[in-house]
């Protein structure tokens, strides 16, 4: 691998489940790299052990892979950084604070958890921005490493120049000046021994060759601080590029946990593992997260994966907030449906059909696949609309079978005179049943779409469903005389 070559990370927290956010992020770093041949790494970043949940690393590397997305560098494919997680990398982020100690750029801190409170408590009092006294800043430093090395309590924090400001870059927002005297003695290590993420994420990215840190913006506000990091080891500083946020459909404020909630009883979610189930193609989706924060022009809308890794720059990310917009993603998910060649359509759907209890026949699915891919929204309504393909027997209701604006006696005797021609024909085809059932209809005095209408509710048990005779056809010519004979002596009762 050239030097040259970007080398780009994905370094989510195993705090919960994967959502929007994080496939955005994932997805903009893997297209970057593709594009530019250089290095995607996955880095688990779980220093913070209060706020690890079990199994989230699964489900991530689970999202991420749906999605698409792989990784030339992780815990689940290793390479030349390893390890991939934070927590089996401690000895090397001590090792850093050591030379920051000793370089004058950090110190131990050995205040008790119940002064911090006390003097926070002080300075909220006097309407001052709470922050670190620097009671410890001021300990001669020989003393202070030995009652570390006596097994004192501590922390070691960065040691913030106090006069002056600090300049940092991003990308797309320009530079950002803040005044030092703004900015706190940022905790590096705690006093388990376990390095903070400011530490732990600025010592990987340089060891890792990282040229290029693309993340939430919720880092932004902590920018300046990784900025003195990077100076204070006189290491070079990647490009940083912080990502737009993303706001609940409304527009107003972040996505709550009831909000999404709410989401998911409408078929939607801001998870990457409940799309999935809800029938979302991972292109769909990714074609959707794609543009909530980068654009390629102002009207191409339909993006592959592959499109993407070719199309992107950094240089079009928007950096203002992106509200969630779902019936974008039903679009998207549409356009993308309608892509697939039959025989996968037919895959996709197949999951959906069997839980919903159906013994699926892949051949015929494939038959069926295309009188409903223009249909289709998400995956999980094949099931409502091809189900009947799978029943042995359809129950429509009654009043259902009756056509628009007829009695059921006329019902009955359409779906009678319309049997006898079915019968009569040597298969039921679209090309062989369409023209003698309109003709029957005009015959009858009825709209086509009366009669249809009928024959469609006695066929396949409900009011909407794939093309009539396409469907008849499908179902074969028996089994539809057997749909409308039953149809008929509803009818009859109904009469
Ligand atoms: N671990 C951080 C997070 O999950 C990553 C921030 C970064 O990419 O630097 O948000």
Known sequence: MSSSKPVVRFAPSPTGRTHLGSGRTALYNYAFARQTGGTFILRIEDTDQKRYVPGAEQELIQSLRWLGLDWDEGPDVGGPHAPYYQSQRREIYQQHAQWLIEHDHAYYCFCSPERLEKARQEQIRLKQNPRYDGTCRRLDPDEAAARAARGERHVIRFKTPQQGSITVRDLLRGEITVENSSLDDYILVKSDGLALYHLAAMVDDHLMGVTHVIRGSEWLSTLPLHGHILRAFGWQEPVFVHLSIFLKPSGKGKMSKRESAEALKDGHSIFISDLK????????????????????????????????????????????????????????????????????????????????????????????????????VTLDEAPQWVGFFFQDDVAPKPQELVG???????????????????????????????????????????????????????????????????????????????????????LDELS
Request: proline share 7%; charged share 25%; no cysteine.
């Open 277 to 376: 189930d809800l029938g979302y193609l991972p292109e769909g989706v990714v074609n959707w997260i794609a543009l909530m924060g980068w654009s390629y022009d102002d009207h191409t809308e339909f993006f592959t994966l592959q499109d993407i890794v070719e199309k992107f720059s950094l240089e079009k990310l928007n950096p203002s907030p992106a509200a969630i917009n779902f019936t974008k993603l039903d679009h998207f998910n549409g356009l993308h449906i309608r892509r697939l060649p039959p025989e996968e359509l037919a895959r996709r759907m197949k999951p959906f059909l069997l839980q919903a209890g159906y013994t699926v026949d892949d051949e015929r699915l494939v038959k069926i696949a295309p009188l409903v891919q223009e249909r289709l």
């Open 404 to 490: 628009a604006k007829m009695t059921p006696q006329e019902s009955a005797q359409a779906a009678r005179r319309a049997l006898a021609v079915l019968e009569s024909l040597p298969a039921i085809t679209l090309e062989l049943a369409e023209p003698p059932m309109r003709a029957l209809a005009e015959e009858l005095g009825l709209q086509a779409g009366q009669l249809f209408g009928i024959l469609r509710v006695a066929v396949t048990g409900q009011k909407v469903s794939p093309p009539l005779f396409e469907s008849m056809e499908i179902i074969g010519k028996e089994k539809t005389l057997q749909r409308l004979r039953k149809a008929i002596s509803l």
